[in-house]
């Protein structure tokens, strides 16, 4: 059953916003990049050097896309699609000093300006397999190295379901 949810979902766009109908589900799926920069007061500030200023740019462009992929999204359901963390719960377990590499706490920003069911992420191989947003929406760092080392008697894939939503009857005539 899921295998052909999965077949009849057509190809994935994960760059940018896009809305696929699985089975009975609506789900809309937004997809960035994402970008390093740190998380909360950690977070690198646009001052100093010019390459530093164009590092935490390029964070502020792929929290503008993210929020831009959001906001164009039409369904009751939604999932965020990144390579960078979120939130720090996610790339716990790797070295403090390489946390700002891993991603930013910019890209949490518009994860709460809409209702999100679930964001994935990757490239914090020595990462935690799940955190939070700060309103409680679940992150799920899906780094194949990750789910290999973590879970090493399932393949590595992440299986996530997306709640159906209730079918409307037309109202008689």
Same mark, same amino acid.
């Given at each position: 059953?899921? %295998? ?13 916003? +896009? ?6 589900? %609506? $789900?809309? =799926?937004?997809? #960035?990049?994402? &970008?390093?920069?740190? /998380?909360?007061?950690? +977070?690198?500030? %646009?001052?100093?050097?010019? %390459? @530093?200023?164009? /590092? ?6 792929e ?5 831009? $992929?959001?906001?164009?999204?039409r369904?009751?359901?939604? @999932?965020?699609?990144?390579? *960078?963390?979120? #939130? ?9 000093? @390489?946390?700002? &590499?891993?991603? +930013? ?11 999100? !069911? ?10 935690a397999?799940?955190?939070r947003? =700060?309103?409680?929406?679940?992150? *799920? ?11 090493? !008697?399932?393949?590595?894939? /992440?299986?996530?379901? #997306? ?11």
């Open positions: 059953m899921r %295998a052909k949810a999965l077949q009849q979902a057509g190809p994935v766009q994960p760059l940018g916003a +896009s809305q696929q109908q699985v089975s009975d589900v %609506a $789900a809309g =799926i937004a997809g #960035v990049k994402g &970008f390093g920069g740190g /998380f909360g007061r950690g +977070s690198l500030g %646009a001052w100093g050097e010019p %390459a @530093i200023k164009l /590092f935490v740019q390029e964070a502020l462009n929290a503008m896309k993210l929020e831009s $992929a959001l906001a164009k999204l369904t009751r359901r939604r @999932i965020a699609l990144l390579h *960078y963390s979120p #939130v720090v719960g996610t790339v716990q377990g790797e070295p403090v000093e @390489i946390f700002p &590499f891993l991603g +930013s706490s910019r890209l949490e920003a518009p994860l709460l300006r809409y209702p999100m !069911d679930a964001v994935f992420h990757g490239h914090a191989h020595r990462g397999l799940e955190g947003t =700060i309103n409680g929406v679940p992150v *799920y760092n899906v780094a194949k190295l990750l789910l290999q080392r973590s879970r090493p !008697d399932t393949p590595p894939f /992440f299986l996530y379901e #997306v709640q159906r939503e209730p079918v409307e009857e037309p109202a008689a005539t």
